[in-house]
């Protein structure tokens, strides 16, 4: 059974910066392709980014540029480097492999 565990969410003020992590288990990780997703207050679920496992990354728009995909196969564990966050960029944080949702990490940017 896979299993991804988030963890690097917090409190920030704008234009700060975070790095998230996404660690996976029960699965060969280096074989999948895994996305960040993020779920604001109210808003639907959103599609942030994707690294494939032969490290291609794609990004969302509202995202390009300020945030980094990452992953480290020998540790199972793929990043988001958030960089110059704006206060619309709080949302809970979730990350995807296959049909598999870990259960979040809170990022709150305000002053």
């Known amino acids: 059974q896979v299993q991804l565990v988030e963890s690097g969410g917090g409190l920030v003020q704008p234009g700060g910066s975070l790095r998230l992590s996404c660690v996976a288990s029960g699965t060969i990780f280096s074989r999948y392709n895994v996305a960040w997703f993020r779920q604001a207050p109210g808003k639907e679920r959103e599609w942030v980014a994707t690294?494939?496992?032969?490290?291609?990354?794609n990004y969302a728009e509202s995202v390009k540029g300020r945030f980094t995909i990452s992953r480290n196969n020998a540790r199972n564990t793929v990043y988001l480097q958030m960089n110059s966050l704006k206060p619309e960029d709080t949302a809970i944080y979730s990350c995807g492999l296959g049909a598999s949702w870990g259960k979040g990490t809170l990022v709150t940017v305000s002053a």
């Open positions: 690294i494939t496992n032969g490290y291609t990354t």
